[in-house]
């Protein structure tokens, strides 16, 4: 079983449309990251989160740690935000990172 | 950007010859963890460091070692290189432990023929 889930998969949206992608995790965390990987690139962290609510742009993220679920939303998504979004915690008292296996997103123009 | 990067950013080496993967940081960050990346897995972490001389395995650390012994430099070494160690490697970085950022190396391809 996998302690953090991503959901969907992959997701195809047109351009301008409301998205959202949902990270589920199953142990106690002191922190939660999304981060975002374009084809053939790097990986760039986005957010960290350990309550509440997060806005960049056209990106917000949200946890609630009681239902140990986090959501990223990305508001008139353009072509360029097609990437993978990756959701990582970092459990409480462990040094490790478990990640997502990512959700791929492509935005039709 | 925490100044991390990596070294080689390609290489294609045969079977059974050891490869060693460099990663570098500037920003004197106490963590710093090596992963691999394949299609299907997500990332998967392969050792990580807490300090100079300081390593723990992952959950995949099978085939590889690694060492630290200045606080800039985490050394990922595959003894004997094997097709199943073909993979994108990730080196991070971390500050300290709580809430802090994760910085990521741009990652190497490695090729194992």
């Given at each position: ?8 998969q ?20 002191s922190a939660?990251?999304?981060?975002q ?6 990986i760039?962290s986005?957010f ?10 056209r ?11 986090s ?17 990582a ?20 123009p | ?6 070294s ?14 460099r ?10 963890y090596?992963y691999r ?8 972490l392969?050792?990580?460091?807490y300090?100079v ?6 959950e995949?650390s ?8 200045k606080?800039?430099?985490?050394l ?9 160690q ?8 971390v ?19």
């Amino acid at each position: 079983k996998n302690e953090v889930e991503q959901s969907p998969q992959n997701l195809t949206a047109q351009e301008g449309e409301f998205i959202t992608i949902n990270c589920s995790y199953s142990v106690g965390i002191s922190a939660l990251h999304w981060l975002q990987q374009h084809p053939g690139g790097g990986i760039v962290s986005l957010f960290m989160l350990s309550s509440g609510k997060k806005k960049h742009g056209r990106l917000i993220a949200t946890i609630n740690i009681q239902e140990k679920h986090s959501s990223l939303h990305i508001t008139a998504p353009h072509p360029r935000d097609s990437a993978v979004y990756i959701c990582a915690v970092r459990p409480r008292r462990d040094d490790k990172i478990i990640f997502g296996k990512g959700t791929r997103l492509h935005i039709l123009p | 950007d925490a100044g991390i990067t990596q070294s080689p950013r390609h290489k294609v080496t045969e079977t059974g010859t050891p490869v060693t993967l460099r990663c570098h940081q500037t920003e004197n960050h106490r963590y710093m963890y090596w992963y691999r990346q394949d299609p299907g897995h997500g990332l998967r972490l392969i050792h990580y460091s807490y300090g100079v001389k300081d390593t723990d395995k992952g959950e995949v650390s099978d085939g590889y070692s690694v060492s630290r012994s200045k606080t800039e430099d985490f050394l990922l070494t595959l003894e004997s290189a094997t097709s199943s160690q073909t993979s994108v490697y990730f080196c991070a970085t971390v500050e300290r432990e709580g809430l802090y950022e994760q910085y990521f190396g741009p990652g190497t391809r490695l090729t194992v023929t």
